[in-house]
């Protein structure tokens, strides 16, 4: 089968459960990215089978409600919460300010490597002074290195602890600035200890490109003086509690009177 840059394939050792773009070939080896999940893959081209008639298309995504309060209307105006997305996918970084730009969430976006984000993040929230910041790009547990707890056996979760520390030293309170933190299998209980209100991913499997925006726009569109459900907030993601998890919060918008 001719399989060549830029084609759409699954794999079938892992019962095509995933559609992947062809970023990169090297002799037998075929290197693989996500079109939905954060995920790296490679694989030999006796693996892959193309993707018929697959087209990058507009899939339906939760719309963001804001003031869900009947009584809030009229007159009264909203300040959401600003976000900082610092992603080390520049692909899906512009995914996820599309989704802020169509669900009106005011959202800076930088694209960072895993690497450089803890020695980056303290500068970023300096500048950018947000509410939210999110910390995310690519992750993978290596199940034949061992230990599921140990973070050394997986791909970028330490760095993304380091960037959690880091944030956390520039404002301990996680009312202040909420920290979501991980990508497909990440630690999540690490980060969470770090200091993380939101992670991925407790059964470690994998998450959607959108799922950090889905709960940083949430909590940036809902009240300050209103408790989110939490449940129906990771139920919102595409593998809900199996692929995001965190903290019982409040929303961070103000609301005002009048307009």
Known sequence: MNIKKGDYVTRNSYQNDTIFKVINIK???YYLKGVDVRLYADSIVDD?????????????????KVAEDSM???????L???????????????R?????????VFAVG???????????IHMLLLEYQPDIVIITGHDAYYK???????????????????????????EKSHEKLVIIAGACQSNYEELIKAGANFASSPKRVNIHALDPAIIASTIAM?????????VNLLDKTKYGKDGMGGLMCNGIMYVGYPR
Request: hydrophobic share 30%; with cysteine; charged share 40%.
């Open 80 to 94: 959401p919460g600003k976000i900082l997305h610092i992603d080390g996918d520049s692909e899906y970084l512009e």
């Open 222 to 230: 809902s009240e300050r003086n209103k408790e989110i459900d939490l």
């Open 144 to 170: 034949k290195k061992g230990d599921i707890h140990d973070t050394r056996n997986y791909k970028n979760t330490e760095n993304f602890i380091k960037a959690v520390k880091e944030a956390r030293r520039f």
């Open 27 to 29: 002799g037998d080896m």
């Open 72 to 78: 809030l209307r009229g007159d009264f105006f909203y």
């Open 48 to 64: 892959l089978i193309l993707a018929q008639d697959f087209k990058v298309e507009e899939e339906v995504e939760p719309e963001i």
């Open 96 to 104: 996820c300010l599309k989704f802020y730009r169509k669900n009106k």
């Open 110 to 120: 930088k694209k960072v490597s895993e690497s450089e984000i803890p020695s980056k």
